[in-house]
């Protein structure tokens, strides 16, 4: 069992920038594939971002490319997500996913979620 814990998020105006963390348990999150997913309201949840355990790897959704970073500190347990220039349309409930084999595809564990909104 994988604890994920979301904080960071917030409100900011249209062109900001937020910076998303979570927090993972375990002992072995080198091998862990971590990915951020979004949800706004009335639509499915979609993925935003996700990396492989070293952070070699990296994919993001074409919504989000040049516009957000995510990124790891194995040594503390921790992923990131830099989102710059945010639109209104990046208002979502954002969550961090995991998957302790390794994947940056596909998530076994979620966390609940941080909401972030931005105001044109």
């Known amino acids: 069992q994988v604890q994920l814990v979301e904080s960071g998020g917030g409100l900011v105006q249209a062109g900001g920038s937020l910076r998303l963390s979570c927090a993972a348990s375990?002992?072995?999150?080198?091998?862990?594939?971590m990915g951020w997913f979004r949800q706004a309201p009335g639509k499915e949840r979609e993925f935003v971002a996700g990396?492989?355990?070293?952070?070699?790897?990296?994919r993001y959704a074409d919504s989000v490319k040049g516009r957000f970073t995510i990124s790891r500190d194995n040594a503390r347990n921790m992923v990131y997500l830099q989102m710059n220039s945010l639109k209104p349309e990046d208002t979502a409930v954002y969550s961090c996913a995991c998957d302790p084999r390794g994947s940056y595809y596909s998530y076994d564990y979620w966390g609940q979620g941080t909401q972030v909104t931005v105001s044109s």
């Open positions: 990396t492989t355990g070293s952070g070699g790897r990296t």
């Open positions: 375990g002992r072995t999150f080198r091998m862990y594939g």
